[in-house]
């Protein structure tokens, strides 16, 4: 009994030291886990102490801002308002960076923070708005008054160009006079005309301001023309055949150009041009003259004239309307020649003053933009030339109407430079036949 009684006990003993050995390690597991808990609650409460800092530190300098800023309103008494809100300043608020948010309630106590001290209207002073003046639209350049873009300020564009005229024409003189119907008595002459004109340029523009430019350009010609005649009232059996030619510097010519108006309100924009040329180069009184072999009284030129032998002027208007992708064009142009005294052809030394007719002139059509690179237009022009007067009497029969329908493509080949070529067709007796424009406009 007594064995029994000792052996339960010793087995009591040693659960019982087990159990108490099983508490203690409990016991140490929770402290280690408590210790742990206080020290992330004093990070997180470090990290709140931190953001009230900053959030602090935020509204000071909200507050500072929005106070200098009235002191400066104050003191300028000139707010910049736009649309109903007031722009005192360009400065934006200090960039700050934020610790990272714990918990939602720490998002939500600076939300409130940031809520509560920010200006319910936007506060600095809103940059200038820069609208670009309205400008004349880019299309295929026709003539010297229709076509191209105005120069920007301070740019200088150079324009090298290459030209090709032909025109064909027959003329028939007749010297006679007649005593009854169909018979005539006299000098009977026909011509047919070849004329092969080439011209090689270089012009130059500049922008004074975005709204004028200025230009000028030096030409240099080359012209072969081949003339066929026969007398048929003195029974000359062949063609007699003339071949003259020339070359050298042309007339210079001189340009500028201002829009007019901004184009608002649905008006056209209106740009108005001047042109002047100097007869800088050899006009027809300055070539020699041959006598037609088996021709009485027929004389023919030796060499052919680089220029006109006239101081010219012509002011012109423009009016540009566009309505995307087209742009409605349209010029009414005046053109005076000054008279000049020149020496008569026979040799004689006299001279006689030569009155070259004025001319008006009208051109219209419409551009079309094929893409942000390609555009190409089509027009008509028609010029009337007034009689010439040769010593203050009228030449009759001296007047031309020339009529010419006109295409025109552009291709922006880069940034600074466009390739721009022109066909003008002649529609009536006197205009060329055929011309044909090439130029490169290049900005620098």
């Known amino acids: 009994m007594h064995k029994l009684f000792a052996g339960c006990l010793t087995v009591f003993l040693v659960i019982y030291a087990q159990a108490g050995k099983s508490a203690d390690e ?23 102490i931190e953001q009230g800092k900053e959030i602090e530190n935020l509204k000071a300098r909200l507050d500072s801002l929005i106070t200098s800023q009235s002191a400066d309103r104050n003191s300028s008494g000139n707010a910049a308002t736009k649309n109903g809100a007031s722009y005192p300043s360009q400065s934006s608020p200090p960039k700050t960076t934020a610790a990272k948010p714990i918990n939602k309630n720490t998002d939500h106590v600076q939300a409130r923070a940031e809520s509560s001290n920010l200006p319910s209207k936007p506060v600095g002073q809103a940059p200038p708005k820069q ?19 105005l120069t920007r300020q301070g740019k200088i564009v150079i ?6 005229a032909f025109t064909d024409s027959n003329r028939v003189f007749l010297d006679a006079f007649t005593f009854i119907p169909a018979i005539a008595i006299g000098l009977i002459d026909i011509r047919q005309v070849d004329q092969h004109s080439m011209m090689a340029s270089i012009g130059a523009r ?24 026969r007398p048929v009232s003195i029974g000359a059996g062949i063609d007699e055949t003339f071949n003259a030619s020339g070359n050298g510097l042309g007339d210079i010519e001189f ?7 901004s184009g608002a309100g649905g008006w056209p924009i209106l740009v108005g041009n001047m042109r002047a040329t100097a007869p800088t180069g050899k006009g027809p009184f300055d070539i020699k003259y041959a006598q037609a072999q088996g021709v009485p009284g027929a004389i023919f030129p030796t060499e052919v004239p680089t220029g006109s032998g006239f101081f010219s002027f012509e002011p012109s208007v423009t009016a540009l309307y566009a309505t995307d992708p087209a742009v409605f064009f349209a010029n009414l142009a005046y053109n005076y020649n000054m008279g000049t005294k020149e020496k008569a052809l026979d040799g004689s030394g006299d001279k006689f003053k030569v009155d070259p007719g004025y001319a008006v002139g009208m051109t219209f059509g419409m551009g079309f933009g094929i893409n942000e690179r390609s555009s190409f237009n089509i027009g008509y022009g028609h010029r009337h030339i007034f009689n010439t007067k040769i010593n203050n ?19 922006k080949y880069s940034q600074r430079t466009t390739l721009n070529f022109s066909v003008a067709i ?15 406009p290049m900005v620098f």
């Open 426 to 440: 002649g529609t009536t007796n006197d205009a060329q036949d055929v011309r044909l424009s090439f130029r490169i």
């Open 255 to 261: 340009a500028a150009r201002y829009q007019l108006n």
């Open 131 to 149: 609208d670009e003046k309205p400008r004349p639209p880019e299309m295929p350049r026709l003539s010297d008054a229709v076509g191209g873009v």
């Open 206 to 229: 500049y922008g004074v301001t975005d709204r004028l430019e200025i230009e000028a350009r030096v030409p240099y010609r080359a012209r072969f023309d081949e003339q066929r005649s």
């Open 159 to 164: 324009e090298p160009a290459l030209e090709y």
């Open 26 to 48: 409990v016991l140490e597991q929770y402290k280690s886990l408590f210790t742990q808990q206080q020290k992330e609650f004093e990070k997180q409460r470090q990290t709140i």
């Open 393 to 411: 009497r009228t030449l009759k029969g001296s007047q031309l109407d020339i009529g010419q329908l006109l295409l025109g493509y552009a291709f």
